[in-house]
Structures are given as structure tokens and as C-alpha cells.
């Protein structure tokens, strides 16, 4: 094994705040090889990113290294001159972060901004900077690069911004590159690419890579190693196929437990509690509060990073029964409902909603711009007592359809008919909980806002905030809190409780888990499950998780570019014959399993204007099925592949179910 590239050794970082020191990092220590991609793992608040920064030495001024040493290619960073760090940083070791738009300059063409850190770097004159920017590009796998190196950031898509982005990372010939949550923000499909992306850079440019993400299921795909973050420290390494298959810290196992699976049968199981806060770190273990294993061992000192099997370590006094126990995530998984009435709740009749765009006078004089046209003639029911899923990448539809839902938008064409009797027998719960929660209301009265409007008295009211706030697992004394008080599950919560205050009889629930951590994730989603049953309400539920989708709806509508293209029984959907698009989408998804390596369909290009979007199918100029000018000219008929199942594709049903079995991931 060549030397480590980057070698770091028992770091500790601590950020002085006002209630004292934070501890962000404690004792990690970490290698990366030449050529190797190590995988950083960890929920909010672990310290991740905080490590990224410290190893480029770009940490804020309230924040201190109080131990340790970062060996890059064999030397200390933190003993280095600021000059010479200059020297080092952008060129030696580069990094890549979520947001592409905040390393790309607005005013700059893609190709000038990476000919000019050739330009200061490697002193490259002018023209030959120019034409290493082009072969930069198509390193990237960008298919034009003449073209796209005369572009101006905002005219490239979220990926391309990404790959451009990336690019310049390399331009310096780096022997490490730090990618920090690259693919969060993109959609799977452009994820997918990204991704490949990384593995083929892993083979031809030959770098140290680490790659830190909270997305396990991401890491699976691209790490060779994986190392585990938990609170600041760092509770377990390993090689990724030996980490994934037998997880030895109950934290891993928890993590590992609690991801959705795309066939609906394991995950999604909660670890309970939450992480501690850094300024008042629990004595001993620093999991031991959500522990199952916990043991008094555990509390006396905090456990040493130990060797569990050659090349692992593991940060566990416990480690030898964890390993003896099985695992539980099978058992408790939860099981999407079927069970619905036929009456429907809700029905989308020819809904149409456009956005802005020139008058009707000027569209027929041929002057101003069309309307944005987010969702363009769907019609499909919710029925009582059921769940159904909008699943699609942004720009689709789905979330103005869930607005469209509740009344918050008016449709510019076509009906929106709920047959309950009050408008307020329909809610939202949106994807950030802060947007409905007043931040200077104490939670109580938040709750007992709505209460108000039903006309309860004051005694009741105060009754029904406490069972709503049992009901949606918080303690009553929640209710004195402001939301500042609160994580970001348990702001959920709070959103949760506020819209059932109403007692509705549909929620509309709006990527309701994907700001929030994965353990958080998986038991709001359970908490969801079990209030439905209890309410009888049904759900629309929109969410870019296909995974999440499989576990929780009873069906499922495909959306892309404002149409829906495929709606289906769940099963149905995640299975033969496919729309072509679905069938890409569900290639696309990572899977938390690097013995089942991806096989993405390639998508080329990227998602059409919704103001000018194609003539006759929608997908027809990304689509690899696409069977020729029928598909560019004429609206694809809806097929009926099952009573339940429909899919709107010129492909007939019998030759769909031939090529989505073929390729079936
Ligand atoms: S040391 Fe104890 S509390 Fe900590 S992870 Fe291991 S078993 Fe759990
Ligand atoms: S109608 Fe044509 S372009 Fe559209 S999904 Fe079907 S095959 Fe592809």
C-alpha cells in the first residue's frame, strides 16, 4: 500500500461559543491512499464538514485545532506558512462544495473562471490555459466543452454548474480532492452522473478522494473506504462492502437501519433520542444515551478506536455481542397500505396551473413570453382512507399540485374537487417546519391557534395541545418551548400536531422528511403511518425519494415536466412495464448496498423550459426508448397495463413490459 496522501491523526477541534466550548471534533484520526476514495459519513452536527474545513485550514476564527496534526503528502498543515498554504490549497488538495453556484463567479464564462486558476497556478499562458479549460471539461464528461467553456453559469443546468465546478478542482492536477456533500441539492438522475463521475476520476486522474455525505446509501456507491461520525468522533472504519455487510458500532447499525429500501421491505427503523449537544457531552460513550447495548462499561471512559478484524476499527467496549446480535430491520420494517375505499376523497379533473407569462392580447400578437407551465392537464383521485405519492425530479409539478390541493394555488384550468364538507378538513405539512411555526409563539399556542378557529374553549384547548402533542411523541412540556428550542424533527412533530389540530381529513405532506437526518427520518415517517390509521385521513404525499415512496403509499403517480406520465398501485410502479422515465428514475436511486453497484439509465441533457416545453411527449428529447416522430408530435395516449396501472407512452404495454424486464436493475 503506497503512503497515505492525507494522514490525520487524532484531531480535535473546538469552536468557543457563548455557552462555552463547542467540541466539534474529538480524537479522529483518518487515512487516504493515493487513487482510494474515502467515504466520511454522518448526520448534522457530526463534525463532517467542520473536518473538510480544518484540513484545508480555512476554519472560522472562533474555531481551534487543541490537538493532533494533519500529514498531507507527509507534512504537517498545521505547522505550515500561510504562504505556503496558499501555495497548497486549490492546487495540492481542492474542494468541492454542495453548492456549485457559490464557487462559480455569475459574471464569468465557465471556461475563462477554470483558465484562470491554470493561469494563477500553473502560470499557464493564456491560449493554453483556454484549451487545458476545454480538456477539463470533457474530463468531466461534459459532452461540448467548446461550447459550454463560452457559457455564463446560470446557463448551465445544477449538474453541469457541478461538473464545471469540478473541473476547476482538478485544474491544479490536486493529489486530494475534497467533494463535501456534492450531489445533495441535484436530482437522482443528474446525481447518477455525478457519481459515475467521481468513480471514473477515481481511475484516471489517480487522487486521494474524500467524500463526506450524510447519504449512506451515496457513500455504498463511490467509497472504498467508509469512516462513521458520530458526535465529533469517529466510531467506526472499515472497507465499505465489509462495513455495509456486518456494521459493528450500534450507531452504524442504527444508520444502516433506519435507510428506506427501494423494495419496501427493510429500513426505516428510528434510532431514538438525539444526538447530544456538544457543550454537554453525556460521561463515557457519547451514543450511550440512544444505545440498546448500553452497559455501565460504557459510561466509565470514553471507548478507544478499536481493532474489531483486520482493517476495521470500531469506537465500542461492547463491539463482540453487537456483533452476535442480530440485526432487526427486516422485522420491524412497516408495510405500505392497500386498503382503501373507491370513493374519492379528492379528484384532479384536466388541472392546469401556469405561472406568469404575457396576457392573452400580447400571446396572440405574438409579443412577451409564454407562462411557466408547472402542471398541464393531470387528473387522478386520492380516495378516503388513502395514501398516494407524487414521486418526480424539481421543476415536475408535484409540489404545485400539493398546493393546488389545499387551496393554497387556484387551478388556471380544469377542477380541483375535495368532497369533504370545511376547507379546513384539508392541511399541509411542508417540507421545512419553520414556515409554518411562528418563532416567537411558544409551541402551546401555536397548537391551540387552530383550536381557536374550531371554536373549543379554553380548558379544552389546553387538554387538546397536550394529546396533540402525545399524539405526535412529545412531552407536554413542549408546549412552554419556543421553536428555537427545538431539532428539526421535533419541529416536525409540531408542524404534524398543528395540521391535525384540525382533525383533516386529507394532508397534503410535502417532502415532509427531507430536510431532517435519516434516523429522525424514519420515525416521523412511522409516527405518520400510525396517526393516519388513527385519523383515518388520507395523504398526498410528494417526495423525490423513491425509496421513501415504497414504504409508505398505497399508489403512486410519476410526473415529469408538469404531466403525469405513469400512476399505479406501488408494486406496480416499481415493477415491469415501466414508463421509460420511471425506469430511469428508479435505476437512478443510490442503493445502501455496494454489493448491488448501480446501473443508472443515462439520461442525456437536461429537463426542458416548462415555458417551452416539447411538442407531442414531454420526455421525447431525453427519452432512450424514444421510438421516433411520433414521439415528437404526438401526445402519447394513456395505457391501461392493469386496472390500477396506467402509463402514457406511444410503446405499446406488451413491448414496455419486454424492455423494462430486460433491464431490470
Ligand atoms: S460503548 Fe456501549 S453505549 Fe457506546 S456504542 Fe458501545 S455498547 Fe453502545
Ligand atoms: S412516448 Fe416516446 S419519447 Fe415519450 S416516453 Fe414513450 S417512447 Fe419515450
Request: glycine share 8%; proline share 9%; charged share 25%.
Amino acid at each position: 500500500m503506497p503512503p497515505p496522501v492525507l494522514d490525520v491523526r487524532a484531531l480535535s477541534v473546538q469552536f468557543e461559543t457563548n455557552e462555552g466550548p463547542l467540541r466539534v471534533l474529538r480524537d479522529v484520526s483518518l487515512q487516504v491512499a493515493p487513487g482510494e476514495t474515502f467515504g466520511l459519513a454522518g448526520e448534522s452536527g457530526s463534525g463532517k464538514t467542520t473536518l473538510g474545513y480544518t484540513i484545508l485550514q480555512a476554519l472560522a476564527p472562533t474555531a481551534r485545532v487543541t490537538g493532533g496534526a494533519i500529514l498531507f503528502e507527509g507534512r504537517d498543515l498545521l505547522g505550515v506558512s500561510e504562504d505556503e498554504l496558499r501555495r497548497i490549497r486549490g492546487r495540492r488538495i481542492a474542494m468541492v462544495y454542495q453548492d456549485p453556484r457559490s464557487a462559480l463567479n455569475p459574471t464569468t464564462r465557465i471556461g475563462a473562471q477554470i483558465a484562470e486558476v491554470l493561469e494563477i497556478h500553473e502560470r499557464a499562458p493564456a491560449r493554453a490555459a483556454g484549451r487545458r479549460a476545454q480538456e477539463l471539461l470533457e474530463l468531466v464528461n461534459i459532452a461540448d466543452p467548446a461550447s459550454v467553456a463560452r457559457r455564463y453559469p446560470h446557463e448551465l443546468s445544477g449538474g453541469m454548474q457541478q461538473r464545471a465546478v469540478i473541473a476547476m478542482a482538478l485544474a491544479g492536477g490536486p493529489s486530494l480532492l475534497i467533494l463535501d456533500e456534492p450531489t445533495t441539492g441535484l436530482d437522482v438522475t443528474t446525481q447518477a452522473r455525478i457519481l459515475e463521475l467521481v468513480a471514473d476520476l477515481k481511475r484516471r486522474v489517480g487522487a486521494a478522494i474524500l467524500y463526506i455525505s450524510h447519504d449512506l446509501a451515496v457513500i455504498a456507491q463511490v467509497a472504498d473506504r467508509v469512516g462513521v461520525l458520530y458526535a465529533g468522533e469517529l466510531v467506526e472504519v472499515g472497507p465499505t462492502a465489509d462495513l455495509f455487510a456486518q456494521p459493528v458500532h450500534p450507531y452504524t447499525r442504527g444508520l444502516l437501519d433506519a435507510l428506506p429500501h427501494l423494495d419496501g421491505l427493510r429500513g426505516l427503523v428510528p434510532i431514538e433520542g438525539r444526538i447530544p449537544r456538544l457543550t454537554d457531552l453525556p460521561p463515557g460513550c457519547v451514543f450511550a444515551p440512544r444505545c440498546d447495548f448500553v452497559a455501565p462499561a460504557c459510561t466509565a471512559a470514553t471507548p478507544a478506536l478499536e481493532t474489531v478484524a483486520p482493517e476495521r476499527r470500531a469506537r465500542c467496549v461492547r463491539w463482540p455481542t453487537v456483533l452476535a446480535t442480530p440485526r432487526r430491520s427486516t422485522a420491524a420494517a412497516i408495510a405500505p397500505e392497500t386498503v382503501a375505499s373507491d370513493a374519492p376523497l379528492l379528484a384532479f379533473e384536466h388541472v392546469s396551473k401556469y405561472f406568469g407569462g404575457a396576457g392573452a392580447v400580447a400571446r396572440w400578437l405574438g409579443i412577451g413570453a409564454p407562462p411557466v407551465r408547472a402542471v398541464d392537464d393531470v387528473s387522478f383521485d386520492v380516495r378516503a382512507d388513502e395514501v398516494v405519492a407524487l414521486v418526480g425530479e424539481s421543476g415536475c409539478g408535484k409540489t404545485t399540485l400539493g398546493r393546488l390541493a389545499v387551496r393554497l394555488l387556484r387551478p388556471t384550468a380544469g377542477r380541483v374537487r375535495f368532497a369533504a364538507p370545511k376547507p379546513t378538513d384539508a392541511q399541509i405539512v411542508f417540507q421545512h417546519p419553520d414556515s409554518s411555526l411562528n418563532p416567537m409563539k411558544r409551541i402551546g399556542p401555536s397548537l391551540a391557534r387552530p383550536l381557536v378557529l374550531r371554536g373549543l374553549r379554553r380548558r379544552e384547548r389546553g387538554r387538546r395541545v397536550r394529546e396533540l402533542l402525545e399524539a405526535v411523541r412529545l412531552d407536554p412540556d413542549y408546549g412552554a418551548r419556543r421553536p428555537a428550542a427545538l431539532s428539526g424533527g421535533e419541529k416536525q412533530r409540531v408542524a404534524i400536531a398543528r395540521a391535525l389540530a384540525m382533525a383533516p381529513q386529507f394532508v397534503v405532506l410535502d417532502e415532509p422528511v427531507s430536510a431532517l437526518d435519516v434516523s429522525t427520518q424514519a420515525s416521523i415517517i412511522r409516527l405518520l403511518a400510525e396517526l393516519r390509521r388513527t385519523l383515518g385521513a388520507s395523504y398526498l404525499m410528494i417526495s423525490h425519494d423513491l425509496s421513501l415512496v415504497r414504504h409508505v403509499a398505497a399508489r403512486v403517480g410519476v410526473m415529469y415536466l408538469g404531466r403525469l406520465v405513469e400512476i399505479g398501485a406501488v408494486d406496480e410502479v416499481f415493477r415491469a412495464p415501466s414508463h421509460p422515465y420511471t425506469r430511469a428514475l428508479r435505476s437512478a436511486v443510490p442503493r445502501p448496498d455496494p454489493a448491488v453497484p448501480g446501473r443508472p439509465i443515462r439520461l442525456e441533457g437536461s429537463v426542458p423550459s416548462a415555458q417551452h416545453p416539447p411538442a407531442g411527449c414531454r420526455f421525447h428529447t431525453r427519452c432512450p426508448q424514444k421510438i421516433g416522430r411520433v414521439c415528437e408530435e404526438a401526445e402519447p395516449p394513456w395505457a391501461r397495463a392493469s386496472p390500477t396501472h396506467w402509463i402514457a407512452c406511444h410503446i405499446p404495454i406488451a413491448e414496455l413490459s419486454r424492455s423494462s424486464e430486460e433491464a431490470r436493475p
